[in-house]
């Protein structure tokens, strides 16, 4: 039966990994799958995006004010 261990790393410098397996594997050839996370997408936002958004949710949240003294969305 194959052994397997999964191994959480971070890249160093360099681009260089270093694992370190469970004693008796010295001088043994093994396998390793490196897998590269997608990258998120980006944080930043189209500015009318987010504007559309907080004014839609603004108009979901706030009621009118009855004094009038509302600001306009």
Request: glycine share 6%; proline share 10%; net charge positive.
């Amino acid at each position: 039966m194959q052994s397997a261990i999964r191994i959480t790393t971070k890249v160093l410098a360099g681009n260089k990994l270093e694992i370190q397996v469970p004693p008796g594997y010295v001088g043994k050839e093994v396998e390793v799958f490196v897998i590269i996370p997608e990258k998120p997408e980006s944080g930043r936002r189209k500015v009318l995006e987010l504007l559309t958004e907080i004014r839609s949710r603004a108009k979901a949240v706030t009621p009118s004010s009855p004094t009038g003294n509302e600001f306009p969305v």
